[in-house]
Nanobody
């Protein structure tokens, strides 16, 4: 069992920045992928960014160049630095943990409760 707790959401103006954090606890495997997903109003949940324990990353095209995902393996934390925020970034952001090996999913995925990000003037 893995528990995930997100923090850092809030209200910002367009062009502003936020830094989301997620702390994982429980049965953390040495090989895993941690990700940020989001669900915007009227849209399906989508992958924003993901990062493996080895540091390999992937980003959705909509956030490339604006968002940066990073992690601290010793602390079991993952971060999402969000810059140049746009109104369309407004969503509930969810942290996800998945044991992975060579891109293959192993076992269950785990989700945090989500943190609201609102970008509005």
């Amino acid at each position: 069992q893995v528990q995930l707790v997100e923090s850092g959401g809030g209200l910002v103006q367009p062009g502003g920045s936020l830094r989301l954090s997620c702390t994982a606890s429980g049965s953390i495997d040495s090989s895993n992928t941690m990700s940020w997903y989001r669900r915007a109003p009227g849209k399906q949940r989508e992958l924003v960014a993901r990062i493996t324990t080895s540091g390999s990353t992937n980003y959705d095209d909509s956030v490339k160049g604006r968002f940066t995902i990073s992690r601290d393996n010793a602390k079991n934390q993952v971060y999402l630095q969000m810059n140049s925020l746009k109104p369309e970034d407004t969503a509930v952001y969810y942290c996800n943990y998945q044991r992975t090996h060579g891109g293959l999913r192993i076992g269950s995925a785990y989700w945090g409760q989500g943190t609201q990000v609102t970008v509005s003037s």
